[in-house]
């Protein structure tokens, strides 16, 4: 007994002694902690090494960023188990990092922890007889583009090349291609993860299915998931899809919110519309377009798209372009230059979101009006707004109660991409996207805020992330996989509700 004892006060000794002396100097001795046993093929990088910025898995988003007193780039599961357990043995922080898109603020609440970087985690394993693709935990969309498109199929992807497939599944993933084949996370068929206890476990419809149950839509809270397998699709239309931009004045806003209006009730699964509202510094004016994206001929295309010509347009494009270059001719091509730039990281951009089932003319031309005037307020704020009108009845066609994800009956996706270059416009983007959100989800056809979670901003709460309906389920997963909260960064989940 004395000699449980002494052990267990040497080791809070020593958990102290590291962590005081991490706190006085900033740092931790990573090496002499972590790197016994890891495997040879690990790397350690400090945050002081002039190669960490560069060698390094980087978040592209400065706003809220945490912060770490260096990574670990894990080539193993026994590796990430490894670090998951040291990490928890010795209280430090730590986060699982893929693809590095995540931007709700909640993440920033991470101060001097450890990354585990997945950049290692980037294989692709296309099985085209049975129709699955298995990825490993960092892949990004782009991928996958040539192997499927090669091989005649086609996956839920978001709209950014470079956003990792796993962490979006891991909220659902809305996109582009959602209308044809419903939320990625509907296609999703497993995935190995590393719980907190440093365990590896596979979840799936017939293994841990409560954990998977919790895992699409809310996959951040449980652990990190070293590779998945997906359901893919066969491609519609030849793999080909017919894109057509629309630009009009500042003048038409009120008749462009009327034509994306009538698209409320009814909208063939085949088509999405994306608008963007930006701002041309040079003629200090707004800047009004839409990429409609149809997987059928042109002049089916055309026929769907007569509330957009009659509102006479100042220009028009159209191109019939594999799905995978999509992004490269939309928007007048413009969207091959921000796709790129989108990607870049080192950038300060505050979002805000609203899930919508309707659009409210009034609501828009106000808000239109008012973004118009801080533009031209802020001359550094660089932001825009989107949205993403996508047919929702294959994702409804999926009972409600199959996943922790809450938010099927969203019908249009309000992006509010506030984009400036440091913290010191966010006092003003704060207080202008609080009232535009408020005011938004007013007229939005839901009773209470309903946000999809991966562009949520951070402080809209469970209820608007996964609604109440969801919240006992999720408490009762998050006790039993997570009782320490050690992932608890990315939209936590609480122990208990409410």
Known sequence: MTMLRTSALLSLFLNYFILANATAFGSLNLTALYGPGLSPGAEIFYASYSNFTTDVTQRWNLHDAPTFYGAIRVATEGDIQHVIKVSVEHDIEFMGIGGGHGSISTLGRLKNGIEIDLGNFKSVNLDVENSTVTVGGAVVFSQLYEPLYNAGKMLPMGNARCVGLVGATLGATVGSFQGLFGLGLDSLLSVRLATANGDIVDASETQNADLFWGIRGAGANFGIVTSAVYRVHDAPNGGNVTSIDFEYPASANASLWGALKSYDDEMPNELVLNTVVSFNRTAEQAILGINAAYFGPVSEAQQYLAPFYDINPLATDINVVPWTELQDVAFFGLGAILGETSCDVGQYSNPFTVGAKQIDVPTFVT????????????????????????????????????????????????????????????????????????????????????????????????????????????????????????????????????
């Open 367 to 498: 808000f239109f009006n008012e973004l118009t005037a801080f533009f031209i307020q802020y001359p550094t704020y660089a932001g825009s707004l989107s949205i993403e009108r996508i047919p929702n009845a294959v994702t409804l066609s999926v009972d409600d109660g199959q996943t922790a994800y809450a938010h099927r009956e969203i019908k249009t996706q309000i992006i509010f991409e506030n984009d400036y270059p440091n913290s010191t416009l966010d006092g003003p983007v704060d207080a202008f996207m609080h009232k535009a959100r408020t005011d938004f989800q007013a007229t939005s056809g839901f009773e209470r805020l309903s946000t999809y979670v991966y562009f949520a901003h951070g402080d809209e709460g469970v209820d608007a992330w996964w609604a109440p309906r969801k919240m006992a389920n999720l408490t009762q997963l998050k006790r039993i996989w997570d009782p320490n909260q050690v992932f608890s960064w990315n939209s936590p989940i609480p122990l208990h509700y409410p």
